[in-house]
């Protein structure tokens, strides 16, 4: 079992720029494929971006490709999304996964964090 932790959420100007972390523990995050997910209010939850085991591929949603990168630090059981140009409709929780695949689907990731909460303003 592991369990993650994000933190790196907050209010932040449209353009502006968060770096968003989530942190593992229980069992090493090397293992997993991971993964971010978001939710607006009111919205289905969505994918945003997946990293590989080792860091060497990665899959972004096209709602934030060239603006957001995914990155991980197995040593340090974390992983991260920089996120650049923010725009109002980035606004939601954010959602570290971990699962054995790279997929889209919510369904199919197997461990999930609480959610920080992401608002990007006018």
């Known amino acids: 079992q592991v369990q993650l932790v994000e933190s790196g959420g907050g209010l932040v100007q449209a353009g502006g720029s968060l770096r968003l972390a989530c942190a593992a523990s229980?069992?090493?995050?090397?293992?997993?494929?991971m993964a971010w997910f978001r939710q607006a209010p009111g919205k289905e939850r969505e994918f945003v971006a997946a990293?590989?085991?080792?860091?060497?591929?990665?899959f972004y949603a096209d709602s934030v490709k060239g603006r957001f990168t995914i990155s991980r630090d197995n040593a340090k059981n974390t992983v991260y999304l920089q996120m650049n140009s923010l725009k109002q409709g980035d606004t939601a929780g954010y959602y570290c996964?971990?699962?054995?695949?790279?997929?889209?689907?919510?369904?199919?990731?197997?461990?999930w964090g609480q959610g920080t909460r992401v608002t990007v303003s006018s």
């Open positions: 996964a971990a699962g054995e695949s790279m997929s889209t689907s919510p369904g199919l990731w197997y461990h």
């Open positions: 990293i590989s085991r080792s860091g060497s591929s990665t």
């Open positions: 229980g069992r090493t995050v090397s293992i997993y494929t």
